[in-house]
């Protein structure tokens, strides 16, 4: 991609969000998109947050593998390890992909900025980037396994409070995927036309589509010609 998002490192310490598990599936399956819940904070803050209470109490507790924001992402549980982003007595998973997301999926948090869309708009485009490269890595179709946290889970409204920062309808997912396929594609877009949507019957709503199934380290993310992932990792002290 034409331009780089930063990605760290910065890992949450083992403990009750982060317990060191790997995911039942080995790797991941499915993704779920969710958004902070928490408006104007930024990646690093809230991994701060998670980092000084890594030993929350089971009953509250929550993770997520990654936050992206404007400026940058930060991975604080490994992808092919257990976070705690979705409950686990919600079925909806359960019925769409034949496991929970906490053991079989990726959960990828984006920040908002309510009083700032421009500023939201970079972090949706970070994001997209990011999941981009994800979906690549771990052959994830997200126009089908990839859901929102509020599809699978009904008290849930992410990551509608996002897409609503950033000007949109709070159930456009589509606004998300439709931006991570324009970057597998290889294409790099001004994220004030990323919203080009297909015509409106043309629009099939997520929820419709799935019921059809049966110190820290710095990385460039970089997509070679061949679209194949290439990292590199330097070490910031």
Known sequence: YKRQVPVYLDLIPYGTRRTGQKLDTGSPIFAVYHDTGNPGSTA??????????????????????????DKECIINVPIDEKAWHVLYDTPTDNYYFGDDANDAAFGGELCYFPDDRERSLTALDNFARVCAVLFESWDIDHFHKCPGHQDIQDDKQDPGNAL?????????????????????DGTDVDKDTITDLPEKDD????????????????????MAEEYSIVCVCVCVC
């Open 203 to 222: 629009v099939i709503e997520k929820i419709y589509r799935l019921h059809n199934l049966g110190a820290k380290y710095y990385y460039n993310f970089l």
């Open 44 to 69: 690093q803050q809230n991994v701060n947050y998670y980092k000084n209470t890594y030993m929350e109490p089971w009953a509250s507790t929550a993770s997520a593998h990654f936050f992206v924001d």
């Open 164 to 184: 609503e920062a950033c000007g949109y309808g709070r159930h456009e997912i589509d606004v998300i995927d439709n931006l991570v396929q324009k970057y597998m």
